[in-house]
Structure formats: C-alpha cells, structure tokens
C-alpha cells in the first residue's frame, strides 16, 4: 500500500475516517507495542476514531514503537531534546514521508520556502543533534534555495545584516527560533519588524519558563515582531501544527487533535476545559499514529490552544504492557 500517496494526495474530508481505520488496522498487525496496548484494552475492534486507544507518549522513551510488515532499523532515528531525563526516539523507515508532511504544512500554513532566506536559531537542538526539527529547517533551508539560508549558531549579530541581504533578494528573512534564543534577542535589540518569525520549543532549562502569550507579548513588542508563528511539533510525532497571533493551533488535514481527562488517555471530552491532547498523526504510519501527549490543552473553535505540560502524573494505562 502506498501510504504517501493515500495520506498526503488522497485523503478528503470524507475518507478520512476510512484511513484512519486502515492505518489502526495496520497497526495493530505489524506493531507489537501498539498491538499488545490494545489488545491490554480489550479495544482491537473500535467502532469509531473516538474509540481508538491512544498510546501514551511516554513509550517512545521506553519501547522502540515501529510498525512495518518488514524489518527495519530505521532510516534515520530522531530524540528529543533530553531535557527532562531519558531521550525519547522515533525510528523512521521512510524519510521522504517526513520531508513530505512538513513541507506540505509549512507551505498550508507560511508558503513556499524559496519565498524566504530561512535562519535556524535552534542551538539547543543543535548540540543535542538526532533533532527532528532540525532536520526540517534543514531541508527547508535547502528549499530555500538561498546561499544566505543558514543556521545562526553563536553570532545572532549577524541578523541584522541577513535581513538586509534578503532584502536585496526580494525577500523576507523567516527565522525559526527556540523560545529562550529569541528572548535573547531582546538583550540585543535587534529589530524584526520586516521578518516572519517561528518561535519554536520551550526555555530547555535556560530561562525561567513564561505563558506563550506574555512571551509572545514580549517578544512581539520588544523586537517589533508584526508576523509571529508558533509551531507545535514533537519528536514522537511527523506532522507540525501552526498558529499565528492568536495562539489557537491549526493542523494539516492528516493530523487530528481529541481532548481527554488529563490523565486518562482512554477517556474523551469536549476539550471545553483544561485537558490532555490525544492525537491522530496519520504520516507516523511506520511507528504509531495515536498518541496520548503530556500536554494540557482547550478547544478553541476548530483548534487547539496549549495551556502547559502535565506535570508528575503518569497516564493510566502504561502500566498495562507486558515487557
């Protein structure tokens, strides 16, 4: 079955819930962790995408989550960023479907990448290396087709002139930042009045960790920012979601966001108040592509808002696979 085909050119809002199916079902066939999880559950035959289990987070750090009828190692193996302990991994048979996913959503949500000179200002993922994110901004710095695309390591001073050169392309300088590096920015006062900014991650421990709107609150009026992005991604996961301005994130056609009690993957709400994200991400077909978060979140509209981490709780039902 040609899985990017039917996820990325196929998929409508009428078969969806038919691939969802076919991806479950594939899944519990040729992923052992997953199937054993469900199985645990007694919910191998779920009558809709609601009664899906999702599989909690948490065992991407504990478990190698591949699913494929064949071996593999795993082309590339993605980590997280460490920060919290153990490093979670994604091993990922088929990159291009990767490559696939985040460029179609970047250019759903931003545009084309050769519209851009596109800076990565990601040191933390950098010295960890294996990062997802910096993988994409990579190749997206490629697409750019810019011999000015580059990552910003440790001379942030140099925006100032990257800016002036894109300028001269025709261009604008789209800069994806980790949140303490752009608070950093502050320090240097430099102006990104005529950029687009992607305020990725979290403060990795460097700074003391703000609400994403007092931060964009500041970032936005101390460095003149008039196009800030957030994008929400995870190593666990292939597909990114975006927001812009008003913080409510938006997904690409193949990724879907459930609310459930916060620390019960296994119970679904109306996302009315503070709850736990479950999510569908169908381009994770080769590991699994229901997935119980650590983060807490709130329905707005046809999105999602983040509201933080959940914190010291583990969520029921890891305790039920069987090592």
């Known amino acids: 079955m040609e899985w990017t085909q039917k996820i990325f050119r196929e998929l409508t809002i009428q078969n969806f819930e038919d691939l969802v199916h076919a991806v479950f079902q594939y899944q519990i066939k040729y992923c052992s962790v997953y199937s054993d999880y469900v199985l645990a559950l007694n919910r191998e035959v779920p009558s809709c995408i609601e009664d899906i289990p999702f599989l909690p987070i948490s065992f991407f750090k504990t478990h190698k989550v591949v699913s494929s009828e064949t071996f593999f190692r795993g082309e590339s193996v993605f980590k997280s960023s460490g920060t919290q302990g153990i490093r979670s991994q994604h091993f990922i048979k088929d990159i291009m479907l990767y490559e696939a996913s985040f460029q179609k959503t ?39 087709g810019s011999p000015h695309s580059k990552f910003i390591l440790n001379t942030p001073e140099e925006i100032p002139e990257l800016i002036k050169v894109a300028e001269k392309e025709g261009r604008r300088v789209l800069l994806f930042g980790v949140s303490y590096s752009l608070m950093d920015l502050i320090e240097l006062k430099i102006d990104l009045s005529s950029c687009t900014v992607i305020e990725t991650g979290g403060m990795k421990g460097r700074r003391k960790e703000l609400s994403k709107a007092y931060m964009h609150k500041l970032l936005c009026e101390k460095l003149n920012i008039s196009k800030l992005y957030s994008e929400y991604g995870m190593t666990e996961l292939l597909s990114q979601g975006y927001c812009q301005g008003d913080l409510v994130f938006q997904t690409p056609p193949w990724m879907k966001v459930f609310f459930r009690d ?62």
Do not use: H, W
Request: charged share 20%; aromatic share 8%.
């Open 106 to 144: 970047f250019e759903y949500f931003i545009g084309k990448p050769d519209s851009f000179v596109i800076l990565g200002l990601l040191p933390n993922y950098m010295e960890q290396g294996d990062s997802s994110l910096v993988y994409m901004v990579s190749a997206l710095i490629r697409k750019s």
């Open 262 to 323: 916060s620390s019960d993957p296994l119970t679904l709400n109306n996302g009315m108040k503070s709850s736990g994200l479950n999510i569908i991400d169908l381009a994770n077909v080769y590991s699994c592509s229901f997935i119980a978060t650590d983060d807490l979140g709130i329905k707005r509209d046809e999105g999602f808002e983040i509201l933080g981490r959940i914190q010291n709780t583990d969520i029921r039902g890891c305790n039920l696979l069987i090592e």
